[in-house]
């Protein structure tokens, strides 16, 4: 079960001046069991919650310069985790947009936690292992969260007034990257790796009740072992509106 309660307000305290406060409190739970089908015997219950609660804020200013709007930004946001280690967040930004013309450059440092599956493999799965490479039920409690800085340059470019493109780059680096591991099995912190690569998108609305995309990206991970990591991915869809109250959706994607 996945639930929780998501607040978000948004001031504008002076005159060019956006600031966002918000909480997000987040529940995951999940009920497990070994039935042999032939004793109907049970063994390796588990029934465990997870909690999440993060407050953030973020402050943006616009500044009407004489070439451009230049617009800065700045976000923190607190994680307090129920089983696994306290991590903050954070970001800043700097947008120049003049016309058509926007550039923009992002950073961020995100937090990733384990879920329930991992309680699931260590508490279940993993106790179905001969004893000489059986980890202990609790052992998942000593994953570490995965941590990533994220780095961003880009552009966005209005072609005409139904059509933007947007090219951007980015590096990604992360820290304690978890990895199910088979042998002996466990959920292990294997290190680091880092992602670079350069993502473009064309969005397009033709006509009032249609809109489309189509958008690439190539990645280069500097490491063969990080998975759904394609070199090459691509992407397209379109949305049309017939009457009000409904879209339709097409979409496609090739990695």
Not at 185 to 200: D, I
Request: aromatic letters at 12%; hydrophobic letters at 35%.
């Amino acid at each position: 079960d996945n639930y929780g309660i998501h607040a978000r307000e948004t001031f504008n305290l002076w005159p060019g001046n956006e600031t966002v406060m918000g909480l997000d409190h987040d529940i995951a739970s999940g009920e497990a069991k070994d039935v042999n089908p032939t004793t109907g015997t049970v063994s390796n219950e588990l029934d465990e919650t997870f909690r999440k609660t993060a407050p953030y804020a973020l402050v943006s200013q616009e500044f009407d310069l004489a070439f451009c709007t230049l617009t800065p930004s700045a976000g923190v946001r607190w994680t307090d985790s129920r089983y696994f280690d306290d991590e903050p967040g954070y970001q800043a930004g700097l947008s120049a947009e003049r016309g058509a013309t926007e550039i923009y450059a992002n950073f961020a440092h995100a937090v990733n936690y384990p879920g329930i599956y991992a309680v699931n493999f260590y508490e279940n799965f993993f106790q179905n292992a001969p004893p000489p490479v059986r980890p202990q039920p609790e052992d998942w409690k000593m994953i570490d969260p995965e941590t990533m800085d994220h780095w961003e340059l880009g552009v966005t470019q209005q072609l005409t007034e139904w059509s933007v493109f947007d090219i951007s780059c980015y590096r990604d680096s992360v820290e304690d990257a978890f990895r199910l591991q088979q042998r002996p099995p466990q959920w292990l912190n294997v290190g680091s790796y880092t992602s670079e690569g350069v993502e473009a998108k064309l969005e397009m609305s033709p006509a009032e009740n249609l809109e489309c995309f189509l958008g690439g990206n190539y990645t280069n991970t500097k490491d063969a072992k990080v998975p759904h990591a394609p070199e090459w991915s691509w992407s397209t869809g379109v949305s049309y509106k017939p009457i009000p109250r409904l879209t339709l959706h097409l979409d496609a994607e090739y990695t």
